[in-house]
């Protein structure tokens, strides 16, 4: 359920190329560049936003994962959040995993399919009207184009949307989402800029259905010759019905906020 980790950040990592020569070979070719790649990645961040609403109630959050790509153009991933427990059915932690394939269709253009799936260890349920709703735990599959610096993207669920199954208004199942990013190099001091608008559907439960924006900044740099570094800022929002989507406690998860952070790729 990570918004800034991953409508944007889960974009494919393409394998590069290394090459190595063996200091007893040193007149022979080098060898075969590997097909695979294999990094890791942490963060720090102001709060955990998933589309546009708060799940770490602007408390902070510690987000980290693993990725591997190969040069076929498949990737597999996973990732892990904590979760503020008033705000998500009384979850404290949220474990994702990823995967699927991209491939070029032309220069500046290629598209990708996948599957995210998002579980939830403390396995608490959403309870509405005396009703448990369904397992919180769920798969979605995905489709996105991407052209240039344009990506137009579509998740559908396949299982009930985050537990939304209640006697009465029945299965969620179905439920999409679907978003357009932008992410453009700046000419400004090496500044990436970061557009984003989705839509949420949730079948069955239309009262659910929101629209949320995001504008961001974040900058690469090293640290001390420590490459792999990323830092941004970005303000985001949301039309969601404030007397639905609100913590255990009455706090309005769908508000405006501004969120920062920082994280290192290794």
């Known amino acids: 359920m990570?918004?800034?980790?991953?409508?944007?950040?889960?974009?494919?990592?393409?394998?590069?190329?290394?090459?190595?020569?063996?200091?007893?070979?040193?007149?022979q070719a080098s060898e075969p560049a590997s097909p695979h790649m294999l990094t890791t990645n942490i963060g720090l961040f102001t709060d955990y936003t998933y589309r546009g609403i708060?799940?770490?109630?602007?408390?902070?959050?510690?987000?980290?994962?693993?990725?591997?790509?190969?040069?076929?153009?498949?990737?597999?991933?996973?990732?892990?959040?904590?979760?503020?427990?008033?705000?998500?059915?009384?979850?404290?932690?949220?474990?994702?995993i990823y995967g699927g394939y991209v491939h070029k269709l032309a220069d500046d253009l290629s598209m990708n399919v996948g599957f995210l799936s998002y579980f939830y260890p403390d396995s608490d349920r959403s309870v509405v009207n005396g009703y448990k709703g369904a397992s919180p735990n769920t798969t979605e599959l995905n489709a996105a184009i991407t052209y240039k610096y344009f990506t137009l993207k579509h998740s559908a669920s396949v299982t009930d949307f985050f537990?939304?199954?209640?006697?009465?208004?029945?299965?969620?199942?179905?439920?999409?989402?679907?978003?357009?990013?932008?992410?453009?190099?700046?000419?400004?001091?090496?500044?990436?800029?970061?557009?984003?608008?989705?839509?949420l559907s949730v079948r069955n439960?239309?009262?659910?259905?929101?629209?949320?924006?995001?504008?961001?900044?974040?900058?690469?740099?090293?640290?001390?010759?420590?490459?792999?570094?990323?830092?941004?800022?970005?303000?985001?929002?949301?039309?969601?019905?404030?007397?639905?989507?609100?913590?255990?406690?009455?706090w309005e998860t769908g508000n405006d906020r501004l969120i920062g952070y920082i994280k290192r790729t290794f």
């Open 205 to 250: 439960y239309y009262e659910l259905n929101y629209t949320d924006w995001l504008l961001g900044v974040n900058k690469d740099f090293s640290i001390a010759g420590s490459t792999g570094w990323n830092a941004g800022v970005s303000y985001t929002t949301t039309n969601a019905d404030d007397g639905l989507y609100v913590d255990g406690k009455g």
């Open 54 to 96: 708060s799940l770490a109630r602007e408390r902070g959050a510690v987000q980290g994962g693993i990725d591997y790509s190969h040069s076929s153009g498949f990737f597999l991933g996973a990732w892990g959040t904590n979760v503020e427990k008033n705000a998500f059915y009384g979850n404290t932690v949220e474990f994702d």
């Open 2 to 27: 990570k918004y800034l980790s991953k409508p944007t950040l889960l974009a494919v990592m393409l394998a590069s190329a290394f090459s190595a020569t063996s200091a007893a070979y040193a007149n």
């Open 163 to 199: 537990g939304n199954d209640f006697l009465g208004s029945g299965s969620s199942r179905g439920s999409g989402y679907t978003e357009l990013n932008v992410n453009y190099k700046l000419p400004v001091a090496d500044l990436n800029l970061l557009v984003h608008v989705g839509r």
